[in-house]
């Protein structure tokens, strides 16, 4: 069996990386000449519409060196959309994502590689306490995957990052994923698959400064949260039923009073009512949310269920990817 006809794709989203690129794009080279005797090599720069020199630098590299191709976005679209573009051309049969500042080490491509080698097919990358990220940014991500963890059903790691390795049936599987907000570290969670873990030291960023502001964080964590949970929608309906219980208990109460001859206050009848009614419209929302919720799934498009193995497809797998006979 040929090992050499196994092709490794590399894909890096880069917006305004003029800077870093030369830097990773070297490393990078040192680590995959060490893996040249094993795979045939793709590496995919995307270019998300950025105003600086990336582009042109990218246009460099390319004509240096014959492995690099690459797509560029006709604006910014955001890294996670960046990153579908890349591993949606990437036509590699085990792909390995990353970010191009350098901060997820080229040399722990192999380690991600060996994992594979052993028959998982997606390898996660998880960030070791990182001492250069700033204690907001480090306790906003622990109560955001907290949040996650709490609400929805998916188990999704914390310091999980976007450096990954997907084999290309996990990628495709990936690629079937219809859903417009897209939160990767999430979506494939979702799918499944034998996964493995790599931990990594992250390193400062080497040039240029971090794209994510506050505001594409809070939009990456809602994607997060609204994408892999319907609690928040279903909050209504259990706030409302709450309510309705506690005024039918109330109301009860009063029953109870005027059949014993006591009586009851005027204010007794008004948070009755108060209970009542606004519990009921709180349900009615919630009952609507149910709706709401089951058009959301649908329109997600996310696969009903994902295939491991169809034994007419095994062997042809196995001829193309030398490990799967083994795994
Ligand atoms: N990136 C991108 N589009 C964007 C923002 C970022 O393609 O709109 C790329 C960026 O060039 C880098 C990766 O996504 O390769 C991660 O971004 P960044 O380093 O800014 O995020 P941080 O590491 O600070 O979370
Ligand atoms: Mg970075």
Same mark, same amino acid.
């Given at each position: 069996?040929?090992?050499?006809?196994?092709? =490794?794709?590399?894909?890096?989203?880069?917006?305004?990386?003029?800077? !870093?690129?030369?830097?990773?794009?070297?490393?990078?080279?040192?680590?995959?000449?060490?893996?040249?005797?094993?795979?045939?090599?793709?590496?995919?720069?995307?270019?998300?519409?950025?105003?600086?020199?990336?582009?042109?630098?990218?246009?460099?590299?390319?004509?240096?060196?014959?492995?690099?191709?690459?797509?560029?976005?006709? @604006?910014?679209?955001?890294?996670? &959309?960046?990153?579908?573009?890349?591993?949606?051309?990437?036509?590699?049969?085990?792909?390995?994502?990353?970010?191009?500042?350098?901060?997820?080490?080229?040399?722990?491509?192999?380690?991600?590689?060996?994992?594979?080698?052993?028959?998982?097919?997606?390898?996660?990358?998880?960030?070791?306490?990182?001492?250069?990220?700033?204690?907001?940014?480090?306790?906003?991500?622990?109560?955001?995957?907290?949040?996650?963890?709490?609400? !929805?059903?998916?188990?999704?790691?914390?310091?999980?990052?976007?450096?990954?390795?997907?084999?290309?049936? &996990?990628?495709?599987? =990936? *690629?079937?994923?219809?859903?417009?907000?897209?939160?990767?570290?999430?979506?494939?969670?979702?799918?499944?698959?034998?996964?493995?873990?790599?931990?990594?030291?992250?390193?400062?960023?080497?040039?240029?400064?971090?794209?994510?502001?506050?505001? @594409?964080?809070?939009?990456?964590?809602?994607?997060?949260?609204?994408?892999? !949970?319907? &609690?928040?929608?279903?909050?209504?309906?259990?706030?409302?039923?709450?309510?309705?219980?506690?005024?039918?208990?109330?109301?009860?109460?009063?029953?109870?009073? #005027?059949?014993?001859?006591?009586?009851?206050?005027?204010?007794?009848?008004? *948070?009755?009512?108060?209970?009542?009614?606004?519990?009921?419209?709180?349900?009615? #929302?919630?009952?609507?949310?149910?709706?709401?919720?089951?058009?959301?799934?649908?329109?997600? &498009?996310?696969?009903?269920?994902?295939?491991?193995?169809?034994?007419?497809?095994?062997? @042809?797998?196995?001829?193309?990817?030398?490990?799967?006979?083994?795994?």
């Amino acid at each position: 069996m040929d090992a050499k006809a196994t092709l =490794l794709s590399i894909v890096c989203p880069a917006y305004q990386e003029e800077e !870093s690129l030369p830097f990773f794009h070297a490393e990078l080279c040192k680590v995959l000449d060490g893996l040249a005797g094993d795979f045939d090599i793709e590496i995919l720069y995307v270019d998300d519409g950025s105003r600086d020199r990336t582009l042109n630098v990218i246009r460099r590299i390319a004509a240096s060196d014959h492995r690099v191709v690459f797509l560029s976005l006709s @604006r910014n679209f955001g890294h996670q &959309a960046a990153l579908s573009a890349g591993l949606e051309h990437a036509t590699g049969d085990v792909v390995v994502s990353m970010d191009a500042d350098l901060q997820h080490p080229p040399a722990a491509v192999p380690l991600l590689l060996e994992k594979w080698r052993q028959g998982f097919d997606v390898v996660l990358s998880i960030r070791e306490q990182d001492a250069n990220l700033s204690r907001f940014k480090r306790w906003t991500s622990a109560l955001f995957y907290l949040l996650l963890r709490t609400i !929805s059903n998916v188990e999704i790691r914390a310091a999980a990052s976007d450096f990954r390795l997907l084999s290309r049936r &996990a990628l495709d599987a =990936l *690629l079937r994923m219809g859903e417009r907000h897209r939160f990767l570290r999430g979506m494939v969670q979702w799918l499944g698959f034998p996964a493995a873990e790599v931990r990594f030291h992250p390193d400062r960023r080497r040039a240029g400064e971090s794209k994510y502001d506050l505001r @594409r964080m809070a939009t990456l964590a809602c994607d997060g949260l609204f994408g892999f !949970s319907l &609690a928040p929608l279903r909050l209504a309906l259990a706030v409302g039923s709450l309510a309705v219980l506690s005024g039918l208990g109330i109301s009860a109460w009063i029953v109870v009073a #005027l059949v014993i001859g006591r009586g009851a206050p005027g204010w007794v009848f008004v *948070l009755a009512s108060v209970h009542l009614l606004g519990g009921s419209i709180l349900g009615g #929302l919630g009952i609507l949310g149910e709706y709401v919720g089951r058009i959301f799934e649908q329109v997600k &498009a996310r696969p009903l269920y994902v295939l491991k193995e169809d034994s007419r497809e095994t062997d @042809r797998n196995e001829s193309r990817i030398p490990h799967r006979g083994a795994a």
